[in-house]
T-cell receptor, first 112, second 114 residues
Framework: AQSVTQPDIHITVSEGASLELRCNYSYGATPYLFWYVQSPGQGLQLLLKYFSGDTLVQGIKGFEAEFKRSQSSFNLRKPSVHWSDAAEYFCAVYNQGGKLIFGQGTELSVKP | DARVTQTPRHKVTEMGQEVTMRCQPILGHNTVFWYRQTMMQGLELLAYFRNRAPLDDSGMPKDRFSAEMPDATLATLKIQPSEPRDSAVYFC????????????FGQGTRLTVV
Protein backbone atom coordinates (compact mmCIF):
# COMPACT_ATOMS: atom_id res chain seq x y z
CA ALA A 1 0.00 0.00 0.00
CA GLN A 2 1.13 3.51 -0.68
CA SER A 3 2.41 5.48 2.27
CA VAL A 4 4.24 8.66 3.13
CA THR A 5 6.62 9.00 6.05
CA GLN A 6 7.83 12.20 7.59
CA PRO A 7 10.40 11.08 10.17
CA ASP A 8 10.57 14.38 12.05
CA ILE A 9 7.53 15.34 14.10
CA HIS A 10 8.98 18.65 15.25
CA ILE A 11 11.96 20.69 14.09
CA THR A 12 13.31 23.94 15.50
CA VAL A 13 15.66 26.13 13.49
CA SER A 14 17.04 29.60 14.02
CA GLU A 15 15.87 32.42 11.82
CA GLY A 16 18.19 32.74 8.87
CA ALA A 17 19.38 29.15 9.09
CA SER A 18 18.80 26.61 6.37
CA LEU A 19 16.02 24.06 6.56
CA GLU A 20 15.47 20.54 5.28
CA LEU A 21 12.31 18.57 5.99
CA ARG A 22 12.39 14.91 5.13
CA CYS A 23 9.78 12.90 3.28
CA ASN A 24 9.92 9.28 2.16
CA TYR A 25 7.23 7.59 0.11
CA SER A 26 6.31 4.06 -0.71
CA TYR A 27 4.84 3.73 -4.18
CA GLY A 28 5.67 1.45 -7.07
CA ALA A 29 5.21 3.71 -10.05
CA THR A 30 6.34 7.28 -10.63
CA PRO A 31 4.57 9.24 -7.95
CA TYR A 32 2.95 12.62 -8.01
CA LEU A 33 4.41 14.35 -4.95
CA PHE A 34 3.43 17.46 -3.06
CA TRP A 35 4.40 19.61 -0.14
CA TYR A 36 1.68 21.57 1.64
CA VAL A 37 1.93 24.05 4.49
CA GLN A 38 -0.68 24.66 7.18
CA SER A 39 -0.72 27.69 9.44
CA PRO A 40 -2.69 27.44 12.70
CA GLY A 41 -6.43 27.44 12.12
CA GLN A 42 -6.03 27.43 8.38
CA GLY A 43 -6.42 25.00 5.54
CA LEU A 44 -3.55 23.52 3.57
CA GLN A 45 -1.72 25.57 0.97
CA LEU A 46 0.37 24.04 -1.77
CA LEU A 47 4.07 24.88 -1.64
CA LEU A 48 5.22 22.84 -4.63
CA LYS A 49 4.59 19.70 -6.63
CA TYR A 50 6.45 17.14 -8.68
CA PHE A 51 4.86 15.24 -11.53
CA SER A 52 7.74 14.56 -13.91
CA GLY A 53 10.79 16.16 -15.51
CA ASP A 54 13.35 18.11 -13.58
CA THR A 55 13.81 16.47 -10.19
CA LEU A 56 14.49 19.79 -8.47
CA VAL A 57 11.28 21.76 -8.22
CA GLN A 58 10.81 25.31 -7.08
CA GLY A 59 7.85 26.43 -5.07
CA ILE A 60 6.41 29.47 -3.43
CA LYS A 61 7.96 31.37 -0.52
CA GLY A 62 11.48 30.36 -1.53
CA PHE A 63 11.02 26.63 -0.98
CA GLU A 64 12.38 23.89 -3.19
CA ALA A 65 12.28 20.11 -3.13
CA GLU A 66 14.28 17.37 -4.79
CA PHE A 67 12.84 14.09 -5.99
CA LYS A 68 15.27 11.19 -5.57
CA ARG A 69 13.85 7.99 -6.94
CA SER A 70 16.74 5.86 -5.67
CA GLN A 71 16.03 6.99 -2.11
CA SER A 72 12.24 7.25 -2.45
CA SER A 73 12.57 10.73 -1.04
CA PHE A 74 11.17 14.17 -1.70
CA ASN A 75 12.82 16.46 0.83
CA LEU A 76 11.83 20.09 1.23
CA ARG A 77 14.50 22.75 1.59
CA LYS A 78 14.84 26.44 2.16
CA PRO A 79 18.20 28.23 2.33
CA SER A 80 17.20 30.85 4.90
CA VAL A 81 14.20 30.46 7.17
CA HIS A 82 12.01 33.41 8.18
CA TRP A 83 9.95 33.60 11.36
CA SER A 84 6.81 33.53 9.21
CA ASP A 85 7.74 30.02 8.01
CA ALA A 86 6.72 28.58 11.38
CA ALA A 87 3.88 26.20 10.53
CA GLU A 88 3.14 22.55 9.94
CA TYR A 89 4.39 20.98 6.73
CA PHE A 90 2.87 17.97 5.02
CA CYS A 91 4.24 15.76 2.32
CA ALA A 92 1.69 13.94 0.15
CA VAL A 93 1.51 11.50 -2.75
CA TYR A 94 -1.18 10.75 -5.34
CA ASN A 95 -1.43 7.12 -6.28
CA GLN A 96 -2.64 5.97 -9.70
CA GLY A 97 -6.20 5.75 -8.51
CA GLY A 98 -6.10 9.39 -7.54
CA LYS A 99 -5.97 8.77 -3.81
CA LEU A 100 -4.12 11.61 -2.07
CA ILE A 101 -2.23 10.35 0.96
CA PHE A 102 -0.50 12.55 3.52
CA GLY A 103 2.37 12.05 5.91
CA GLN A 104 1.97 12.81 9.59
CA GLY A 105 3.36 16.29 9.22
CA THR A 106 6.39 18.12 10.58
CA GLU A 107 5.88 21.08 12.85
CA LEU A 108 8.46 23.80 12.27
CA SER A 109 9.37 26.28 14.99
CA VAL A 110 11.64 29.23 14.25
CA LYS A 111 13.87 30.74 16.95
CA PRO A 112 14.61 34.46 16.76
CA ASP B 1 -10.60 33.73 -7.15
CA ALA B 2 -11.63 30.05 -7.22
CA ARG B 3 -11.70 28.35 -3.87
CA VAL B 4 -13.20 25.42 -2.00
CA THR B 5 -15.90 26.58 0.39
CA GLN B 6 -16.83 24.65 3.51
CA THR B 7 -19.74 25.32 5.81
CA PRO B 8 -20.10 25.67 8.69
CA ARG B 9 -16.63 26.75 9.83
CA HIS B 10 -17.39 25.78 13.41
CA LYS B 11 -19.96 23.42 14.86
CA VAL B 12 -20.65 22.48 18.46
CA THR B 13 -23.20 19.76 18.97
CA GLU B 14 -24.35 17.36 21.60
CA MET B 15 -23.56 13.69 21.49
CA GLY B 16 -26.16 11.77 19.54
CA GLN B 17 -27.11 14.63 17.24
CA GLU B 18 -26.79 14.52 13.47
CA VAL B 19 -24.08 16.69 11.94
CA THR B 20 -23.93 17.70 8.29
CA MET B 21 -20.87 19.37 6.81
CA ARG B 22 -20.98 20.86 3.34
CA CYS B 23 -18.38 21.52 0.70
CA GLN B 24 -18.56 23.43 -2.55
CA PRO B 25 -15.68 22.29 -4.75
CA ILE B 26 -14.00 24.50 -7.31
CA LEU B 27 -16.11 24.70 -10.47
CA GLY B 28 -14.90 22.20 -13.03
CA HIS B 29 -13.02 19.98 -10.60
CA ASN B 30 -13.95 16.32 -10.91
CA THR B 31 -12.45 14.93 -7.70
CA VAL B 32 -13.47 15.68 -4.12
CA PHE B 33 -11.72 14.48 -0.97
CA TRP B 34 -12.86 14.47 2.65
CA TYR B 35 -10.20 14.43 5.37
CA ARG B 36 -10.32 14.43 9.14
CA GLN B 37 -7.50 16.04 11.09
CA THR B 38 -6.73 15.30 14.73
CA MET B 39 -3.62 15.70 16.82
CA MET B 40 -3.30 11.98 17.30
CA GLN B 41 -4.03 10.71 13.79
CA GLY B 42 -3.00 13.61 11.60
CA LEU B 43 -4.77 13.90 8.23
CA GLU B 44 -6.89 10.84 7.56
CA LEU B 45 -8.57 10.35 4.21
CA LEU B 46 -12.20 9.48 4.88
CA ALA B 47 -13.57 9.29 1.33
CA TYR B 48 -13.14 10.60 -2.15
CA PHE B 49 -15.27 11.01 -5.24
CA ARG B 50 -14.58 11.17 -8.95
CA ASN B 51 -17.25 12.67 -11.17
CA ARG B 52 -19.61 12.45 -8.17
CA ALA B 53 -19.14 8.69 -7.81
CA PRO B 54 -17.58 7.40 -4.58
CA LEU B 55 -14.21 5.76 -5.32
CA ASP B 56 -13.06 4.90 -1.85
CA ASP B 57 -14.66 5.38 1.54
CA SER B 58 -12.64 2.78 3.38
CA GLY B 59 -11.33 5.37 5.80
CA MET B 60 -14.78 6.22 7.03
CA PRO B 61 -16.62 4.56 9.96
CA LYS B 62 -19.51 3.11 8.01
CA ASP B 63 -21.96 2.78 10.84
CA ARG B 64 -22.24 6.50 11.50
CA PHE B 65 -20.58 8.40 8.65
CA SER B 66 -21.88 8.93 5.15
CA ALA B 67 -20.59 11.01 2.26
CA GLU B 68 -22.49 12.03 -0.85
CA MET B 69 -22.34 14.36 -3.82
CA PRO B 70 -25.92 15.30 -4.67
CA ASP B 71 -24.61 17.38 -7.56
CA ALA B 72 -21.31 18.62 -8.94
CA THR B 73 -21.38 21.76 -6.79
CA LEU B 74 -22.05 20.13 -3.42
CA ALA B 75 -20.43 17.41 -1.35
CA THR B 76 -21.76 16.47 2.07
CA LEU B 77 -20.37 14.55 5.02
CA LYS B 78 -22.87 13.42 7.63
CA ILE B 79 -22.35 11.92 11.05
CA GLN B 80 -25.33 10.27 12.73
CA PRO B 81 -25.23 9.85 15.65
CA SER B 82 -22.25 11.99 16.57
CA GLU B 83 -19.87 11.01 19.38
CA PRO B 84 -17.24 12.98 21.32
CA ARG B 85 -14.48 11.06 19.52
CA ASP B 86 -15.67 12.63 16.25
CA SER B 87 -14.40 16.00 17.43
CA ALA B 88 -11.85 17.09 14.84
CA VAL B 89 -11.32 19.42 11.93
CA TYR B 90 -12.85 18.12 8.72
CA PHE B 91 -11.36 19.28 5.45
CA CYS B 92 -12.71 19.07 1.96
CA UNK B 93 -10.42 19.35 -1.05
CA UNK B 94 -11.05 19.28 -4.77
CA UNK B 95 -8.87 18.63 -7.78
CA UNK B 96 -8.95 17.82 -11.48
CA UNK B 97 -7.71 14.38 -12.35
CA UNK B 98 -6.08 12.91 -14.33
CA UNK B 99 -4.86 16.36 -15.28
CA UNK B 100 -1.70 17.47 -13.51
CA UNK B 101 -3.15 19.55 -10.74
CA UNK B 102 -2.91 19.58 -7.01
CA UNK B 103 -5.80 19.33 -4.58
CA UNK B 104 -7.14 22.64 -3.30
CA PHE B 105 -8.28 22.69 0.31
CA GLY B 106 -11.11 24.44 2.04
CA GLN B 107 -10.69 26.15 5.39
CA GLY B 108 -12.18 23.23 7.26
CA THR B 109 -15.06 22.65 9.65
CA ARG B 110 -14.06 22.45 13.30
CA LEU B 111 -16.46 20.02 14.95
CA THR B 112 -16.84 19.71 18.70
CA VAL B 113 -19.13 17.03 20.07
CA VAL B 114 -19.94 17.44 23.76
Amino acid sequence: AQSVTQPDIHITVSEGASLELRCNYSYGATPYLFWYVQSPGQGLQLLLKYFSGDTLVQGIKGFEAEFKRSQSSFNLRKPSVHWSDAAEYFCAVYNQGGKLIFGQGTELSVKP
Amino acid sequence: DARVTQTPRHKVTEMGQEVTMRCQPILGHNTVFWYRQTMMQGLELLAYFRNRAPLDDSGMPKDRFSAEMPDATLATLKIQPSEPRDSAVYFCASGLLPMNTEAFFGQGTRLTVV
